[in-house]
Structure formats: structure tokens, C-alpha cells
């Protein structure tokens, strides 16, 4: 480093008392052997108290060691500075700044340095609240419970928190920098693009998912995107929330099966099942085959065998007959011991064969269960017969009837009579 060559020490001297901030000259000891005349009111001393004496006399060994360093590299020839709380009187304490300044003679040679200081209090209160800011932030934002990701406009991580990263595993610790498919594999990303692209457009998305791929998973997860703008409303960054709902959304999926379902046998809700019906006749290019079926002897097993019997044999039924249909057909439970089955694309040849096909899966299932039940079945066909899903049940009702009052253990249609049973 090249020497710094000042002017002579009384022209320097004239000038630093016209110079409002403190500035002192100090020999290689430390020694003051110069200050100007703002430096005496912010010592708070004579002239005569100050000159001669050393840095750690004036102002106490944690000074000195706090300057040490900076003098030393200014006797080096180099410009240094250093920071330190001045705890003196008569000021009340106070942060500055400290520059060293090396004198050097026209040899190269460092007699002596010169320090000028200057008030940064104000300077360092705000700054060192803006960093205790930033670490409360930082531990809030790592120790809330809900994973929380900050990502750029190209979707590469800058920040995860620690729930984030628990989440996923080991994969959480390589994740900065990298983009979502890096982290999270191309499926993931790809099926949540849409949510990304719509934050990145300045608009908040939510998104909920079972997601599998996580530390005790699978569960149920709702992410929310909320972009980031700066001061002139672009958007730079995009935050991530995710919540597990996964207790909600069971809860609310129990429900709606409980609403959909038959308790006891699993079969569609006679409610559920009437919606199918309705849903199912707006085809009109499609012919729906509906069949109402009731056990026979059904009473008899309860008041034999108790109702734990009948339980059991109902549910037997509701799942052979689901058994015995296609998956897309529909079978539920109207109530006690009936039920209804709704078959697409069967006219009346095809609901006539099905229906001995139920009548045969009723009777096997009780015979399987040890019990003398059988089942009379009517059925109406849509659109032949009607367009209205209450008439259609109506009328699949009205052969059932038939068909019980004809004998039980048999199928018929609307207005058809009855088909035994073989013998």
C-alpha cells in the first residue's frame, strides 16, 4: 500500500479545529498529542487533562483493546475503523465511529495517527432493531407449526421452515435453490403449475391434496400461494402455506359417505339412490331398468335368530347383490328389508334375465346363511314404461307387490304376470 503523506502537523492542526467532529493525533504509544477543539467538548476534559495521556488511561482498558486493532493496522500504513459504545462523561452513552488515519513522513515511515470520530448511534439502534426484527421473524417463521416455503419468480426455494422440512423428510435439507420439480418430483409440480402460475399473475390460489410423500403420510394438506410484490406492485416471489386438514376432510368424507351410504349394509342411501335415479333418466338416449326388491321371511329371521342375524343377513345381501352387477349399476337400500337396483342399458329381455339373477343371489345367500329367505322382485323399464324417476319407482313397486301376492320367491315386470319359481 502506498504511504499516505499529510500536510505538515500545524496546518493540519488549523485545519481540524475549523473541522466539526473530534479528530486527535496519538504517537505510538497511544499517546494523545493532539485534539481539536470539538474533541475536548466530546471527552468532556481540559486540553491539559487530555494531551500526553495514553488511550487506556483517558478512557479505560475496554477502549483501547476495542481500538488496538485499528491502530495497529494504521501504523501499518493502512486506513482502519472500529465501532465502540462510549460510556464517558459527560454524554450520556452513545455509538461512533472510529477512522484511523495514518501520518506518514516522507520516508514512509507511520510517527503517528490521527482518529476522527463520528456519532452513529442512531445509525446502529436502527439497525440493530432491524436485526432483532429479522430474528424474531426468523424464529417465527421457523418454529410456527404450519410448513412455509418462499420461493422466486422461478419457482427455485429460497426459504423453508422447519415444519416444511420435518414434512418432507431429507429431502428438505438439499431444497434451497433448487426448483419445485428438483425437490419434489415433475408429478407434484405439474399438478400444482396452475396454483404457482396463478400467484405468479398476482392472484392468492388454494389448493387441497392427499399428499403422499411426506413423513407420516398420507394426509390430507390445503396449500395456500400468496404472490409477493415489491414497492412497485410486480410480482418477485410467491409464499407458500400448507395446513393439514387431514382430521377435517376425513370427517367431512365420513359424513358425506354416512349421507351417501346405508350404515348397516353399505349400500347407496335410500336418498343417494333416489338422486341416481333422477341423475340417470335425463339420458334420454339410454334405457335404465329399475327393480325393487323385497326379502321374503325376512320378519321370521328376527324374531327367530334375533336382529343381529337379520343385521348380518341384510348386509350379506346388499353385498351379494352388488356382486352381482356390473359396476356401474346401482344397488341401495329403500328401507327395513328392500332394496332397489338400477341397471343401465337393460330393456326388457335383459332386466327379465337380470332380475332372476338377483332372485337366485338373494336365495343363495340365505341358504349360505341357514336361513328359509327368498326375495319377490318387480321392475319397470325407463323410458318404455315411464320418464318420471318416482313413477318409475312406483311402478317397479307395484310389481314387487304383484309379485309377493302371486306367491313370492319371483320376478315380475309391470303389468306382466308373475314368473315362478323353479320347483
Given at each position: 500500500?502506498?504511504?499516505?503523506?499529510?500536510?505538515?502537523?500545524?496546518?493540519?492542526?488549523?485545519?481540524?479545529?475549523v473541522v466539526a467532529l473530534p479528530i486527535g493525533r496519538w504517537?505510538?504509544?497511544?499517546?494523545?498529542?493532539?485534539?481539536?477543539?470539538?474533541?475536548?467538548?466530546?471527552?468532556?476534559?481540559?486540553?491539559?487533562?487530555?494531551?500526553?495521556?495514553?488511550?487506556?488511561?483517558?478512557?479505560?482498558?475496554?477502549?483501547?483493546?476495542?481500538?488496538?486493532?485499528?491502530?495497529?493496522?494504521?501504523?501499518?500504513?493502512?486506513?482502519?475503523?472500529?465501532?465502540?459504545?462510549?460510556?464517558?462523561?459527560?454524554?450520556?452513552?452513545?455509538?461512533?465511529?472510529?477512522?484511523?488515519?495514518?501520518?506518514?513522513?516522507?520516508?514512509?515511515?507511520?510517527?503517528?495517527v490521527f482518529t476522527i470520530a463520528t456519532d452513529i448511534h442512531?445509525?446502529?439502534?436502527?439497525?440493530?432493531?432491524?436485526?432483532?426484527?429479522?430474528?424474531?421473524?426468523?424464529?417465527?417463521?421457523?418454529?410456527?407449526?404450519?410448513?412455509?416455503?418462499?420461493?422466486?419468480?422461478?419457482?427455485?426455494?429460497?426459504?423453508?421452515?422447519?415444519?416444511?422440512?420435518?414434512?418432507?423428510?431429507?429431502?428438505?435439507?438439499?431444497?434451497?435453490?433448487?426448483?419445485?420439480?428438483?425437490?419434489?418430483?415433475?408429478?407434484?409440480?405439474?399438478?400444482?403449475?396452475?396454483?404457482?402460475?396463478?400467484?405468479?399473475?398476482?392472484?392468492?390460489?388454494?389448493?387441497?391434496?392427499?399428499?403422499?410423500?411426506?413423513?407420516?403420510?398420507?394426509?390430507?394438506?390445503?396449500?395456500?400461494?400468496?404472490?409477493?410484490?415489491?414497492?412497485?406492485?410486480?410480482?418477485?416471489?410467491?409464499?407458500?402455506?400448507?395446513?393439514?386438514?387431514?382430521?377435517?376432510?376425513?370427517?367431512?368424507?365420513?359424513?358425506?359417505?354416512?349421507?351417501?351410504?346405508?350404515?348397516?349394509?353399505?349400500?347407496?342411501?335410500?336418498?343417494?339412490?333416489?338422486?341416481?335415479?333422477?341423475?340417470?333418466?335425463?339420458?334420454?338416449?339410454?334405457?335404465?331398468?329399475?327393480?325393487?326388491?323385497?326379502?321374503?321371511?325376512?320378519?321370521?329371521?328376527?324374531?327367530?335368530?334375533?336382529?343381529?342375524?337379520?343385521?348380518?343377513?341384510?348386509?350379506?345381501?346388499?353385498?351379494?347383490?352388488?356382486?352381482?352387477?356390473?359396476?356401474?349399476?346401482?344397488?341401495?337400500?329403500?328401507?327395513?328389508?328392500?332394496?332397489?337396483?338400477?341397471?343401465?342399458?337393460?330393456?326388457?329381455?335383459?332386466?327379465?334375465?337380470?332380475?332372476?339373477?338377483?332372485?337366485?343371489?338373494?336365495?343363495?345367500?340365505?341358504?349360505?346363511?341357514?336361513?328359509?329367505?327368498?326375495?319377490?322382485?318387480?321392475?319397470?323399464?325407463?323410458?318404455?314404461?315411464?320418464?318420471?324417476?318416482?313413477?318409475?319407482?312406483?311402478?317397479?313397486?307395484?310389481?314387487?307387490?304383484?309379485?309377493?301376492?302371486?306367491?313370492?320367491?319371483?320376478?315380475?315386470?309391470?303389468?306382466?304376470?308373475?314368473?315362478?319359481?323353479?320347483?
Amino acid at each position: 500500500m502506498q504511504p499516505i503523506v499529510t500536510a505538515p502537523t500545524s496546518q493540519f492542526e488549523r485545519l481540524a479545529n475549523v473541522v466539526a467532529l473530534p479528530i486527535g493525533r496519538w504517537d505510538r504509544n497511544a499517546r494523545l498529542i493532539f485534539c481539536n477543539t470539538p474533541y475536548l467538548a466530546w471527552a468532556g476534559r481540559r486540553q491539559e487533562e487530555l494531551l500526553g495521556g495514553t488511550l487506556t488511561a483517558l478512557f479505560g482498558e475496554a477502549a483501547w483493546q476495542a481500538a488496538r486493532p485499528a491502530f495497529e493496522r494504521a501504523f501499518q500504513g493502512e486506513i482502519s475503523s472500529y465501532e465502540r459504545l462510549l460510556t464517558h462523561a459527560p454524554h450520556p452513552e452513545r455509538w461512533v465511529r472510529i477512522q484511523v488515519f495514518p501520518e506518514a513522513g516522507p520516508d514512509g515511515t507511520v510517527a503517528s495517527v490521527f482518529t476522527i470520530a463520528t456519532d452513529i448511534h442512531q445509525d446502529v439502534v436502527q439497525r440493530d432493531a432491524l436485526i432483532a426484527a429479522r430474528k424474531r421473524l426468523d424464529r417465527f417463521t421457523d418454529n410456527i407449526p404450519m410448513p412455509l416455503v418462499y420461493l422466486d419468480v422461478e419457482c427455485r426455494l429460497r426459504f423453508v421452515n422447519r415444519a416444511w422440512r420435518e414434512m418432507v423428510g431429507s429431502v428438505g435439507d438439499a431444497a434451497l435453490g433448487r426448483h419445485v420439480s428438483e425437490v419434489r418430483g415433475e408429478a407434484i409440480w405439474l399438478e400444482q403449475k396452475p396454483y404457482y402460475d396463478k400467484a405468479l399473475a398476482g392472484e392468492p390460489s388454494h389448493f387441497s391434496r392427499l399428499v403422499r410423500r411426506i413423513v407420516g403420510g398420507p394426509r390430507w394438506m390445503r396449500t395456500s400461494y400468496y404472490p409477493d410484490f415489491d414497492d412497485s406492485g410486480h410480482v418477485v416471489g410467491i409464499y407458500t402455506l400448507s395446513t393439514d386438514v387431514h382430521e377435517l376432510t376425513s370427517t367431512q368424507e365420513r359424513l358425506r359417505r354416512s349421507l351417501e351410504r346405508d350404515a348397516l349394509t353399505d349400500a347407496l342411501s335410500r336418498q343417494t339412490m333416489m338422486s341416481c335415479i333422477e341423475y340417470s333418466l335425463t339420458d334420454t338416449k339410454q334405457e335404465y331398468a329399475l327393480f325393487f326388491i323385497d326379502l321374503d321371511g325376512f320378519k321370521a329371521v328376527n324374531d327367530e335368530m334375533g336382529h343381529h342375524a337379520g343385521d348380518r343377513l341384510l348386509a350379506a345381501v346388499a353385498a351379494a347383490l352388488r356382486g352381482a352387477v356390473r359396476v356401474e349399476d346401482a344397488v341401495g337400500r329403500f328401507g327395513g328389508d328392500e332394496f332397489l337396483v338400477l341397471a343401465r342399458g337393460c330393456g326388457h329381455a335383459q332386466a327379465q334375465a337380470l332380475a332372476e339373477q338377483l332372485r337366485r343371489t338373494v336365495q343363495a345367500t340365505a341358504t349360505a346363511a341357514g336361513v328359509n329367505v327368498s326375495a319377490s322382485i318387480g321392475f319397470a323399464i325407463a323410458p318404455t314404461d315411464t320418464r318420471d324417476p318416482v313413477a318409475l319407482l312406483q311402478y317397479a313397486d307395484a310389481a314387487m307387490y304383484a309379485a309377493k301376492y302371486s306367491g313370492k320367491n319371483r320376478v315380475m315386470p309391470l303389468g306382466k304376470p308373475g314368473t315362478d319359481a323353479p320347483a
